[in-house]
């Protein structure tokens, strides 16, 4: 879930100030516990600053040194929270897909593909056939355009 940074940074400063714990601010705050260690984690470390940060590109040498670091022994957890990424769960997809790709990186490809004309024109003809087939729809479009419908 994702939470503005006024809130994240009320709570920090909260678990700061008062030295509350984990679990008595996430019964406070609409956060649960994990994301509350991580986020507060990334907060001592970089700063308020690091709160703001929404969606960041990561290269492909970026992700390479975070995986390599992961895999030589360091936890998921603290490389997440060294690099600055949101959520650990975010390094541990891209150490599984380094493993399932034979120990290469891949983009991904963000958005939706591009439609060419050939896709297009299939598509329009799938959707007259579509139509075509309703019950009736046939004797009803001839009698329209013979004019023998009445309104």
Same mark, same amino acid.
């Given at each position: 879930?994702?939470?503005?940074?006024?809130?994240k940074l009320q709570i920090c400063r909260?678990?700061?100030?008062?030295?509350?714990?984990?679990?008595?601010?996430?019964? !406070?705050?609409?956060?649960?516990?994990?994301?509350?260690?991580?986020?507060?984690?990334?907060?001592?470390?970089?700063?308020?600053?690091?709160?703001?940060?929404?969606?960041?590109?990561?290269?492909?040498?970026?992700?390479?040194?975070?995986? !390599?670091?992961?895999?030589?022994?360091?936890?998921?957890?603290?490389?997440?929270?060294?690099?600055?990424?949101?959520?650990?769960?975010?390094?541990?997809?891209?150490?599984?897909?380094?493993?399932?790709?034979?120990?290469?990186?891949?983009?991904?490809?963000?958005?939706?593909?591009?439609?060419?004309?050939?896709?297009?024109?299939?598509?329009?003809?799938?959707?007259?056939?579509?139509?075509?087939? !309703?019950?009736?729809?046939?004797?009803?479009?001839?009698?329209?355009?013979?004019?023998?419908?009445?309104?």
């Amino acid at each position: 879930m994702k939470y503005d940074y006024e809130l994240k940074l009320q709570i920090c400063r909260e678990m700061e100030e008062t030295g509350t714990g984990y679990r008595a601010i996430s019964r !406070k705050y609409p956060i649960s516990q994990t994301d509350m260690q991580h986020m507060y984690s990334l907060y001592k470390r970089h700063g308020p600053d690091v709160l703001k940060h929404g969606y960041t590109h990561w290269t492909k040498p970026q992700k390479e040194t975070a995986v !390599k670091r992961a895999l030589n022994g360091e936890s998921i957890k603290s490389v997440s929270i060294d690099i600055g990424l949101p959520k650990s769960s975010t390094l541990s997809r891209w150490v599984k897909e380094h493993k399932e790709n034979e120990h290469a990186i891949v983009e991904r490809k963000r958005g939706k593909p591009p439609m060419n004309k050939a896709s297009a024109k299939k598509k329009e003809n799938l959707a007259q056939e579509e139509y075509l087939k !309703k019950p009736g729809q046939e004797n009803l479009e001839s009698r329209i355009e013979n004019g023998h419908l009445k309104n």
